[in-house]
């Protein structure tokens, strides 16, 4: 008897669903997309109404001619890929590469069918097989729409970028945007002037010790520049020294505090990115890796949690009872809501029949599958879990207290304020509390004694506090993808793939986690700032993601959308290739060789000093700092062959690598200095070292000497403690003895 085949994407999602499925069942993997836009050319007929040209690649086409040997001989194909734009377009290339229809919008094969389901479960996977449906063409034009659009400007406007700046550039409608984001940031941050100011904090005690910070002075609350310098800082200290204390006014209330959402795609990324230090593309690799299933023991190959890619906050009937039945059995019926809570969604488009990312069994808990699981599919799922049932817990109950504490001195009095709040019931946070961006962070509240009017505390000590202003934060991958959704740009698939590409193009280095504009990122953003803004303007960008979504809906045809965007694009195109010049900088310096300026240029693996009669005269030389490193490591000898080792420099770096490659494959790291000696040992250096979580410094005679400090030591002394002192990732000189409280900001120290 003739079987049934399945066809869905990966190899892993095929052998979890196929364990649901009996032997009538053939499953197979598509191993992604079968066809493509061609790579040799544009493959897209412009003059034709932007047909697109699909070719099979290579790696597919013997997968093709297996899958469709298997559905001749089956009595029925049913498509199961993943439910969004991508999958439906995957659905589509299938039933065109398999010879499923004879016209591209009718399909008359009777054996042809399409099953989607947002979680792969056996009752999921069950409930689609009684449901098939059409395919929805309308989605695949979505996402035809998107990949002809990123095409168009890929393919014009990358070989722009080639001729006027450098080759190998690219430039996309999303990718560019995010760049723009992060170059601006950077400027704000390079303009940014710090302004001093300074808090006033008192130590009280009554029952336990208490902290409270100056806030009115004769009762008009300070602003936060309200104490400019040390001199106004040190006039109040002195007008409140020796003075009594007195409790002016408590306020107590009763604060509640509701859990967040379910994950979406974007909140999940910015959460794992918080909690987790994950980038986008792995949270997704992990999700991923969680949706379509893991070996669970006895159980075999089970999909953990609901399909990653949604902008939807809303759960399933079926996922509200479930949610509901875990929390009563694991902690209690004080933890189980009266009725439901549900989510509005705030994205406008969000599709509330799909679900938001959820365990597809919440009587699953971590620590239950933990054995099963590597460290970070376990901590991903941890978080899902967690954010999931807390959706359905009680809100939070706080009493927060705020105390006024007045300090009189001649014709003055100082309010001071001391805030704290107490937890009368934890609710979700028995589970789960949501973290918090740099920009967000808010100041801590401790425990307060008990306080009331007409006490007064004893003053334990005040101190003067200096501060600087700080700049807006570089954007994180949590950061990022929240200002590309608040800004509507992007949809959940594309998060990743954008933040990975602008960080292999180089527009963008990540250090410390942050993003950091190269030199290049700088110069391509503000051609395409300057000549092409539609390109990279944030509201033209979400109005077309949101026409995007249109063509999704049924609501507008995707040949006007493109054709809308294209004309004018191509024509400013044309007109710029003319009057736009060469990104050309001159120094003041003239070519040896030819007597021609000579001119910075861009490489492959960075600058270069080169003629600007180039190629009629091909004079180059490194830049001064790339020529005094080749001399500092000019008697430099392999230590494998014993030849003389050269200064290379690559896309992670300068390195040495041995003269007789490729017969010798040696390569040193090259290790920049600090100047500084090493404390302990005295013999070595301390030297920049990079790892995982970001740089840091350390003696060069390391695994003899393993003193280092997570600073850039300034090569001075504490004034205090005699330790090193060292320049932080925020921008103070502080001292390397961790009990050593010694501190100033880097603009007072550049000051002086």
């Known amino acids: 008897m003739a079987k049934s085949l399945v066809i869905v994407e990966s190899p892993t999602k095929a052998k979890t669903i196929s364990r649901f499925l009996n032997n009538q069942y053939e499953v197979q993997a598509s191993f992604g997309h079968i066809r493509d836009l061609p790579t040799s050319k544009m493959g897209v007929d412009i003059e034709h109404n932007f047909e697109p040209s699909y070719v099979i ?39 065109q590469a398999l010879d499923l229809q004879n016209t591209k919008y009718q399909i008359p094969n009777t ?20 449901n098939p449906r059409e395919l929805d063409l309308h989605l695949v034009d979505a996402q035809q729409a998107r990949r002809i659009l990123d095409r168009l400007v890929g393919y014009e406007l990358s070989p722009f970028l080639w001729k006027k700046v450098k080759r190998g550039l690219s430039a996309g409608r999303v990718q560019s945007v995010a760049v723009r984001l992060i170059v601006e940031r950077e400027r704000e941050i390079l303009k940014f002037a710090p302004q001093e100011y300074w808090n006033i904090i008192a130590s009280f005690l009554k029952d336990s010790e208490f902290e409270g910070k100056l806030n009115k002075i004769n009762g008009k609350t ?49 959460e794992a990115a918080r909690k987790l230090g994950f980038s986008a593309k792995q949270t997704m690799m992990y999700a991923q890796q969680l949706y379509e299933g893991v070996e669970i023991g006895e159980e075999g190959s089970t999909g953990l949690i609901t399909y990653m890619r949604t902008d939807s906050v809303n759960l399933s009937t079926f996922a509200l009872e479930s949610a509901k039945s875990a929390i009563s059995q694991r902690y209690g019926k004080d933890y189980v809501l009266p009725s439901p809570r549900q989510f509005a969604s705030k994205s406008k488009n969000a599709q509330e ?89 808010e100041e801590s509240e401790g425990l307060l004694p008990e306080l009331k009017q007409g006490d007064k505390p004893k003053v334990v000590k ?12 570089r954007y994180t991958d949590a950061s990022l993808i929240k200002a590309l959704e608040e800004q509507d740009i992007g949809r959940p698939s594309t998060y990743a793939p954008t933040i990975t590409t602008i960080q292999e193009r180089d527009y963008v280095h990540k250090i410390d986690k942050k993003f950091h504009p190269t030199e290049i990122g700088f110069i391509v953003n503000d051609l395409l700032v300057e000549h092409f803004p539609k390109v990279v303007d944030l509201k033209f960008t979400a109005q077309m993601e949101e026409s995007l979504d249109e063509i999704a809906a049924g609501q507008k045809q995707w040949v006007p959308v493109i054709r809308e965007f294209y004309e004018p694009f191509h024509q400013n195109l044309k007109t710029k290739e003319q009057e736009v010049e060469k990104h050309v900088q001159y120094l003041d310096e003239l070519c040896p060789e030819s007597g021609h300026p000579l ?91 990079r ?23 300034t090569g001075e002394k504490c004034p205090k403690s005699g330790d090193l002192l060292i320049e932080t990732k925020t921008g103070t000189i502080k001292c390397s003895n961790k009990e050593c409280d010694y501190e100033k900001d880097v603009v007072e120290k550049r000051a002086e």
């Open 222 to 270: 300070l602003d936060k520049l309200g104490i400019k310098n040390e001199a106004q800082a040190k006039k109040i200290l002195a007008d409140l020294r020796n003075q009594e204390a007195e409790v002016i006014e408590v306020n107590k209330k009763e604060v509640r505090r509701n859990p967040a959402a379910p994950f979406t795609t974007s909140t999940m990324q910015q």
């Open 462 to 473: 005040i101190i003067p506090k200096q501060s600087f202003t700080q700049p807006p934060p």
């Open 111 to 130: 054996k042809y069918k399409r099953i989607a389901f947002h979680e792969i479960t056996k009752s999921a996977i069950d409930e689609a097989l009684k």
């Open 57 to 95: 690649p290579p790696k597919a086409k013997k997968k093709i001619a297996e899958l469709k040997k298997l559905a001749s001989d089956a009595s029925e194909i049913i498509l199961a890929t993943d439910e969004d734009r991508e999958g439906e377009a995957i659905a589509w290339h299938l039933v």
């Open 691 to 713: 790892s995982k979580r970001g740089i840091f410094y350390s003696c060069s005679k390391y695994p003899k000497c393993k003193f280092a400090l997570n600073g850039k030591p």
């Open 599 to 689: 001119v910075l240029k861009f490489g492959r693996f960075g600058k270069f000093i080169a003629c600007s009669n180039y190629p009629e005269c091909k004079y180059t030389r490194p830049l001064p700092e790339e020529q005094k490193l080749m001399d500092e490591h000019k008697d430099e000898i392999c230590d494998v062959c014993g030849r003389p080792m050269i200064v290379k420099f690559g896309r992670f770096g300068s390195f040495l690598g041995c003269s007789g490659y490729p017969e010798c494959k040696n390569i040193k790291k090259i290790q920049k200095g600090t100047g500084v000696e090493c404390p302990k040992c005295g013999e070595g250096e301390l030297v920049e070292r």
């Open 353 to 441: 029949a799909h679900e938001a990312i959820r365990p597809t069994d919440f009587s699953r808990d971590p620590e239950s599958i933990k054995d099963y699981l590597d460290r970070n599919q376990y901590r991903l799922y941890d978080l899902v879990w967690k954010r999931a049932i807390a959706t359905q817990m009680p809100e939070a109950v706080f009493d927060q207290t705020s105390v006024d504490i007045e300090i009189s001195s001649k014709d003055k009095a100082y309010t001071f304020r001391a805030t704290g709040q107490t937890v009368k019931f934890d609710g979700f946070m028995k589970v789960y509390l949501e973290g918090r961006d740099e920009e967000e962070a």
